[in-house]
Protein backbone atom coordinates (compact mmCIF):
# COMPACT_ATOMS: atom_id res chain seq x y z
CA UNK A 1 0.00 0.00 0.00
CA UNK A 2 2.56 2.45 0.88
CA UNK A 3 4.29 1.55 -2.98
CA UNK A 4 0.52 2.44 -4.73
CA UNK A 5 0.57 5.77 -2.05
CA UNK A 6 4.07 6.58 -3.35
CA UNK A 7 2.97 6.57 -6.70
CA UNK A 8 0.37 8.25 -6.48
CA UNK A 9 1.56 11.09 -4.70
CA UNK A 10 4.16 11.11 -7.29
CA UNK A 11 1.26 11.68 -9.71
CA UNK A 12 -0.05 14.25 -7.70
CA UNK A 13 3.20 16.31 -7.39
CA UNK A 14 3.60 15.73 -11.26
CA UNK A 15 -0.05 16.71 -12.17
CA UNK A 16 0.60 19.58 -10.03
CA UNK A 17 4.15 20.85 -11.78
CA UNK A 18 2.43 20.23 -15.53
CA UNK A 19 -0.59 22.67 -14.72
CA UNK A 20 1.64 24.85 -13.17
CA UNK A 21 3.81 25.42 -16.33
CA UNK A 22 0.93 24.84 -18.90
CA UNK A 23 -1.24 27.26 -16.96
CA UNK A 24 1.25 30.02 -15.75
CA UNK A 25 -0.13 32.87 -16.48
CA UNK A 26 -3.65 31.79 -15.03
CA UNK A 27 -2.01 31.31 -12.44
CA UNK A 28 0.08 33.56 -11.74
CA UNK A 29 1.09 34.22 -8.16
CA UNK A 30 0.49 38.31 -7.04
CA UNK A 31 4.13 38.03 -5.39
CA UNK A 32 5.27 37.46 -8.69
CA UNK A 33 3.84 40.09 -10.45
CA UNK A 34 4.98 42.32 -7.97
CA UNK A 35 8.30 41.26 -8.32
CA UNK A 36 7.94 42.27 -11.81
CA UNK A 37 6.68 45.55 -11.04
CA UNK A 38 9.42 46.11 -8.92
CA UNK A 39 11.82 44.94 -11.96
CA UNK A 40 10.09 47.17 -14.09
CA UNK A 41 10.28 50.08 -11.69
CA UNK A 42 14.15 50.37 -12.24
CA UNK A 43 13.35 51.31 -16.17
CA UNK A 44 10.33 53.27 -16.22
CA UNK A 45 7.91 54.45 -13.79
CA UNK A 46 4.03 55.48 -14.51
CA UNK A 47 1.59 58.81 -12.48
CA UNK A 48 -1.90 57.73 -11.42
CA UNK A 49 -3.04 58.51 -15.09
CA UNK A 50 -0.82 55.70 -16.64
CA UNK A 51 1.62 58.08 -18.75
CA UNK A 52 5.02 56.74 -18.64
CA UNK A 53 8.16 57.52 -18.07
CA UNK A 54 11.43 55.83 -19.03
CA UNK A 55 14.48 56.28 -16.62
CA UNK A 56 17.57 57.40 -18.42
CA UNK A 57 19.74 54.54 -17.60
CA UNK A 58 17.73 52.67 -20.46
CA UNK A 59 18.04 55.79 -23.12
CA UNK A 60 21.38 53.83 -24.59
CA UNK A 61 19.65 50.21 -25.22
CA UNK A 62 17.82 49.85 -28.65
CA UNK A 63 14.74 51.59 -29.27
CA UNK A 64 12.77 48.13 -29.11
CA UNK A 65 13.46 47.56 -25.76
CA UNK A 66 12.14 51.73 -24.73
CA UNK A 67 9.01 51.04 -26.68
CA UNK A 68 8.75 47.67 -25.37
CA UNK A 69 8.87 49.25 -21.81
CA UNK A 70 6.22 51.34 -22.63
CA UNK A 71 3.59 48.52 -23.46
CA UNK A 72 4.74 46.55 -20.72
CA UNK A 73 4.77 49.32 -17.73
CA UNK A 74 0.59 49.60 -18.75
CA UNK A 75 0.39 45.91 -18.62
CA UNK A 76 1.65 45.70 -15.27
CA UNK A 77 0.17 49.28 -13.96
CA UNK A 78 -3.26 47.71 -15.15
CA UNK A 79 -2.91 44.30 -13.28
CA UNK A 80 -2.17 46.69 -9.89
CA UNK A 81 -4.61 49.14 -10.82
CA UNK A 82 -7.78 48.18 -13.26
CA UNK A 83 -8.65 51.99 -13.22
CA UNK A 84 -5.16 52.06 -15.62
CA UNK A 85 -6.03 51.29 -19.25
CA UNK A 86 -3.21 47.85 -20.29
CA UNK A 87 -3.68 49.00 -24.25
CA UNK A 88 -1.59 51.10 -25.28
CA UNK A 89 -1.67 53.70 -28.77
CA UNK A 90 0.74 54.23 -30.77
CA UNK A 91 0.80 57.69 -30.21
CA UNK A 92 1.40 57.27 -26.53
CA UNK A 93 3.80 54.77 -27.11
CA UNK A 94 5.74 57.59 -29.70
CA UNK A 95 5.09 60.23 -26.61
CA UNK A 96 6.72 58.06 -23.65
CA UNK A 97 9.33 56.62 -25.86
CA UNK A 98 10.33 59.94 -27.37
CA UNK A 99 11.18 57.92 -30.84
CA UNK A 100 9.82 59.29 -33.97
CA UNK A 101 6.45 57.54 -34.70
CA UNK A 102 7.73 55.59 -37.83
CA UNK A 103 10.57 54.17 -35.48
CA UNK A 104 7.80 53.43 -32.88
CA UNK A 105 5.59 51.46 -35.57
CA UNK A 106 8.60 49.32 -36.92
CA UNK A 107 9.93 48.24 -33.18
CA UNK A 108 6.29 47.10 -32.11
CA UNK A 109 6.11 45.39 -35.00
CA UNK A 110 9.41 43.66 -34.61
CA UNK A 111 8.22 43.19 -30.50
CA UNK A 112 4.90 41.54 -32.12
CA UNK A 113 6.61 38.83 -34.16
CA UNK A 114 8.81 38.02 -31.25
CA UNK A 115 5.43 37.65 -29.37
CA UNK A 116 6.01 40.00 -26.86
CA UNK A 117 3.07 42.00 -28.14
CA UNK A 118 -0.19 41.56 -29.54
CA UNK A 119 -2.19 44.24 -31.42
CA UNK A 120 -5.62 45.17 -30.04
CA UNK A 121 -7.13 46.88 -33.48
CA UNK A 122 -5.57 49.42 -35.60
CA UNK A 123 -2.26 51.21 -33.55
CA UNK A 124 -3.17 49.42 -30.49
CA UNK A 125 -1.11 47.25 -29.06
CA UNK A 126 -0.70 45.12 -25.29
CA UNK A 127 1.91 43.10 -24.04
CA UNK A 128 0.83 39.49 -24.01
CA UNK A 129 2.20 37.33 -20.95
CA UNK A 130 4.01 37.32 -17.56
CA UNK A 131 6.54 35.21 -19.00
CA UNK A 132 7.17 37.16 -21.36
CA UNK A 133 7.74 40.10 -19.17
CA UNK A 134 10.16 38.46 -17.28
CA UNK A 135 12.30 37.18 -20.49
CA UNK A 136 12.22 41.13 -21.63
CA UNK A 137 13.14 42.51 -18.15
CA UNK A 138 16.28 39.72 -17.91
CA UNK A 139 17.39 40.52 -21.16
CA UNK A 140 17.36 44.32 -20.88
CA UNK A 141 19.41 43.38 -17.32
CA UNK A 142 21.67 41.63 -19.41
CA UNK A 143 22.45 44.43 -22.02
CA UNK A 144 22.68 46.93 -19.46
CA UNK A 145 25.55 44.57 -17.57
CA UNK A 146 27.26 44.73 -21.17
CA UNK A 147 25.97 40.67 -21.73
CA UNK A 148 24.68 41.29 -24.94
Not at 3 to 17: S, V, Y
Not at 110 to 122: N, P, Q, S
Not at 132 to 148: M, N, Y
Request: hydrophobic share 40%; aromatic share 8%.
Amino acid sequence: MTTHNNTAENLDELRKRAIEKLFEEAEYKPARIYSLAERLADYATLNARGDVFIKRKVAGLPDKYKVGLVVAARFIAHALRDEIEEIVSIDDVEKYAEIDKKIVAARLSDLRKEGYIERKGKGKYKWLTYSKLEHFLTDIEKRLRGER
